[in-house]
């Protein structure tokens, strides 16, 4: 399935679910009143906010520390396991419902455009599906999640990275682990990369980041002068 159709579906739930569905929060359950969307206003307030893009080496860029530099990182929210908002994650990469993440996206790149963070920044690359999983899920929730980011910045989306080989799924793997499946799991697309400078890779969470640094290695080995900054939704709160 190509991206085009992934891209379609995610518009076309968005124009459905405000038809046919009844609109209420995913957090919590209760009905959306006019104005709110997707979460209402109260759990959007207690959401755990991460807030660190603006800080030049923070606690997410640590995460990917290596031999690849990341300019700007940044993600919307920390994901603590088995707590309601852990639910937006679970709906939005699952549950048939990726305009939840278009959606928080959006929101949240009112605040990262305030701060500068798209500044410079000419694609945004979403973190590709396995042709297999792209199938199963109808969609690719880093697809929606680009969406919402270039619904404010303008910023082309580019699909500048495929899944070079089957990848079995992260969860229920260990750090180790995860970095050995996620590494060379992707392969960069040269041709769309031509003519770019400074890309922004796109993912729903950020665990131990294996997955951030398999791409970026990618995109780095296809072209050492393309700078990497990456945005995700939601960081996992490592203890
Ligand atoms: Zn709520």
Redesign the pocket.
């Known amino acids: 399935m190509s991206h085009r159709i992934s891209e379609a579906i995610c518009d076309l739930t968005g124009a459905l679910a405000n038809l046919a569905w009844p609109r209420t929060?995913e957090?919590?359950g209760?009905a959306l009143v006019k104005g709110e969307d997707v979460?209402?206003l109260?759990?959007y307030n207690t959401m755990p906010m991460v807030g660190l893009h603006t800080q030049e080496f923070n606690l997410l860029h640590q995460r990917l520390a290596g031999h690849l530099l990341f300019e700007r990182v940044g993600s919307m929210f920390w994901y603590y396991r088995d707590t309601p908002h852990a639910r937006l994650i679970h709906h939005a990469k699952y549950n048939g419902r990726p305009r939840i993440g278009r959606i928080l996206a959006r929101r949240y790149a009112l605040t990262l455009k305030h701060d500068g963070f798209f500044d410079g920044i000419d694609a945004i690359i979403p973190i590709p599906l396995s042709p297999l999983k792209l199938l199963r899920r109808g969609y690719n929730q880093s697809d929606a999640i680009a969406l919402g980011l270039r619904d404010v910045s303008g910023i082309n989306i580019v699909h500048g990275l495929a899944t070079s080989r089957y990848r079995s799924t992260q969860t229920r793997r260990n750090a180790y682990a995860r970095w050995i499946n996620a590494r060379n799991g992707f392969k960069a697309l040269p041709d769309k990369l031509r003519g770019l400078s400074h890309v922004l890779i796109v993912d729903d969470v950020l665990t131990t980041g294996a997955t951030i640094l398999a791409a970026a290695e990618a995109l780095h080995s296809a072209d050492p002068t393309l700078r990497l900054s990456v945005f995700t939704l939601a960081a996992s709160h490592l203890r």
């Open positions: 929060c957090v919590c209760c979460v209402c109260k759990c």
